[in-house]
């Protein structure tokens, strides 16, 4: 079973287009991250939340954490080829560290 | 300092051989970590340590699967007997605390013919 189950697994969307991927679990998160992971590399840090219905945004990305601290969201604005990549979700569960499977985000020009 | 660094990036191996990796993480940081992610997946968790000490480790980490990191700074990962399914990319990463995010290297992508 799948603690962090993200959607949708893949997205395919023209440049200027808003978007929006989820990350979701049934139990209750400290914490929770997210990734941005280019082909070939490893993944970067974005953003941690912490508290329940945080709003963090940088620069065109606004990140959410819900309110139960069971989901977060991820929403781009205006997306850039340059936004291309796999967005991952992260969480520290009690010792175990677990990724979500990702969403391959590609960005056409 | 230059992040996290993996050597080597790129391993083909033939089934049955044995293959060390070396990861050299963030000097002030001390707790390492070793993922294995295959293609269209989110990394898995596979071990960590604080400073020397190995504090978790994964049921995928069988017992072909050994790491350590003797004074506390670079770490290796060896995998003997390696098998077809070992073939996949292995992150490394570092960080200062649990809370805080991960740096992750290059990782080393191993096939085994």
């Known amino acids: 079973t799948q603690l962090l189950e993200q959607s949708p697994q893949f997205l395919s969307i023209q440049e200027g287009e808003n978007l929006t991927v989820y990350c979701n679990s049934s139990?209750?998160?400290?914490?929770l991250q997210w990734y941005r992971q280019e082909p070939g590399e490893g993944p970067v840090l974005l953003v941690t939340?912490?508290?329940?219905?945080e709003v963090k945004k940088l620069k065109r990305l606004t990140f959410q954490f819900g309110d139960a601290r069971k989901d977060s969201s991820l929403h781009i604005t205006a997306a850039q080829t340059g936004d291309t990549g796999l967005y991952l979700c992260?969480?520290?569960?009690?010792?175990?560290?677990?990724f979500g499977q990702g969403t391959e985000l590609s960005v056409k020009p | 300092d230059t992040g996290v660094s993996q050597d080597p990036r790129h391993k083909i191996t033939k089934r049955g051989q044995n293959v060390t990796f070396r990861c050299d993480p963030i000097?002030?940081?001390?707790?390492l970590y070793w993922y294995r992610q295959t293609l269209g997946q989110g990394p898995e968790f596979l071990t960590y340590?604080?400073?020397?000490?190995?504090l978790e480790k994964s049921r995928l980490l069988s017992d072909r699967f050994s790491a350590e990191r003797p004074k506390g700074s670079f770490s290796t990962l060896e995998i003997q007997r390696t098998e077809q399914g070992d073939s996949a990319m292995y992150l490394c990463?570092?960080?200062w605390g649990t809370g805080d995010g991960q740096f992750f290297g290059p990782g080393t992508r191993l096939t085994v013919l």
């Open positions: 939340v912490v508290t329940g219905g």
């Open positions: 992260f969480c520290n569960q009690g010792g175990k560290l677990i």
């Open positions: 000097s002030e940081h001390n707790r």
């Open positions: 340590f604080q400073n020397e000490a190995q």
């Open positions: 139990s209750v998160f400290s914490s």
């Open positions: 990463a570092s960080s």
